[in-house]
Nanobody, 123 residues
Framework: QLVESGGGLVQAGGSLRLSCVASGRTLDRDVLGWFRQAPEKAREFVAAISGTGGITKYSDSVKGRFTISRDNAKNTVYLQMNSLKPADTAIYYC??????????????????WGQGTQVTVSS
């Protein structure tokens, strides 16, 4: 089970840090990703990180503003979000891919999902 936290309401230009903790299983070999879904829009890739943390990928819309990291000892993945914009408003989901060693940007490749945490950025 994956459980996200850290969402909330923030003004444009502000920051939030999302966390995702796994229970019942370890994540140290999984590729971990963050996706988001805004109202009436499809779920989109945000960022992902390899099992060792050595490889990261970001969508163009968040590159330079968001940072994904992981702490395998704590079974946790983080998403530091800076310079937030109203367009970042969405439900953010963490996900785990157990089958691949490369970092995928496709939601269909991820096997386990959290319930999501709401991020709202006001203008």
């Amino acid at each position: 089970q994956l459980v996200e936290s850290g969402g909330g309401l923030v003004q444009a230009g502000g920051s939030l840090r999302l966390s995702c903790v796994a229970s019942g299983r370890t994540l140290d070999r999984d590729v971990l990703g963050w996706f988001r879904q805004a109202p009436e829009k499809a779920r989109e890739f945000v960022a992902a990180i390899s099992g060792t943390g050595g490889i990261t990928k970001y969508s163009d819309s968040v590159k330079g503003r968001f940072t994904i990291s992981r702490d395998n000892a704590k079974n946790t993945v983080y998403l530091q979000m800076n310079s937030l914009k109203p367009a970042d408003t969405a439900i953010y989901y963490c996900a785990a891919d157990r089958d691949r060693t490369y970092v995928s940007v496709y939601a269909s490749n991820y096997d386990y999902w959290g319930q999501g945490t709401q991020v709202t950025v006001s203008s």
